[in-house]
Antibody
């Protein structure tokens, strides 16, 4: 099970910080991702982290995003700096499953329930 | 990276089959077999229904099937049921080691 947590309201120009706590599963040996969905809009992939700390991000957000992992706490986190109203969205964390070979990361297998973050003064 | 292209809406009567297309490029859909499809009901998190182009996770109805040709992937829902009314999103891994989603397709059961 995945559970997002963090402030539901962030002021413009400040930093959005969320944590995804993983329960009933180990964060080790897997890839984990953040995905968001603006109100009434589609899904936008934000980035991923491997349990070793390797990351990659959506090029459109790369300059503002940091994803980190704490294996001792079995959670991973998202930081998004200099937020604007356009960053208002439901933020989901997700586990990435491997393909049928068991070697390459492929699809978003398990999702958290999502948390709404509103950017407003 | 630009979103994959999906038609905004598709509708069908109960029992019919419908197909949702998802068009990408040589950098994503045409590059790998890592196309997946997600079903999202209102107020719910997305749920994977197809992965690796045409594989169904355990518990997903056999009425859902996926395919790919070149840079276009497709999701077919056979024997359409009222419970299939939802938004559907395609996704693909890309050559840049990122993922990309489609804009979503709203399926309406008439």
């Amino acid at each position: 099970q995945l559970q997002e947590s963090g402030p539901g309201l962030v002021r413009p120009s400040e930093t959005l910080s969320l944590t995804c706590t993983v329960s009933g599963d180990s964060i080790n040996s897997y890839y984990w991702s953040w995905i968001r969905q603006s109100p009434g809009r589609g899904l936008e992939w934000i980035g991923y982290i491997y349990f070793t700390g390797t990351t990659n991000y959506n090029p459109s957000l790369k300059s503002r995003v940091t994803i980190s992992v704490d294996t001792s706490k079995n959670h991973f986190s998202l930081r998004l700096t200099s937020v604007t109203a356009a960053d208002t969205a439901v933020y989901y964390c997700a586990k990435i499953s491997y393909d049928s070979s068991g070697y390459y990361p492929s699809y978003f297998y398990r999702w958290g329930q999502g948390t709404l973050v509103t950017v407003s003064s | 990276q630009s979103a994959l292209t999906q038609s905004a809406s598709v509708s069908g009567s109960p029992g019919q089959s419908i197909t949702i297309s998802c068009t990408g490029s040589s950098s994503d859909i045409d590059a790998y077999k890592y196309v997946s499809w997600y079903q999202q009901s209102p107020g719910q998190a997305p749920k994977v229904i197809i992965y690796d182009v045409n594989k169904r996770p355990s518990g997903v109805s056999t009425r859902f099937s996926g395919s790919k040709s070149g840079n276009t992937a497709s999701l077919t829902i056979s024997g359409l049921q009222a419970e299939d009314e939802a938004d559907y999103y395609c996704s693909s891994y890309t050559v840049a080691n990122t993922w990309i989603f489609g804009g979503g397709t709203k399926v309406t059961v008439l």
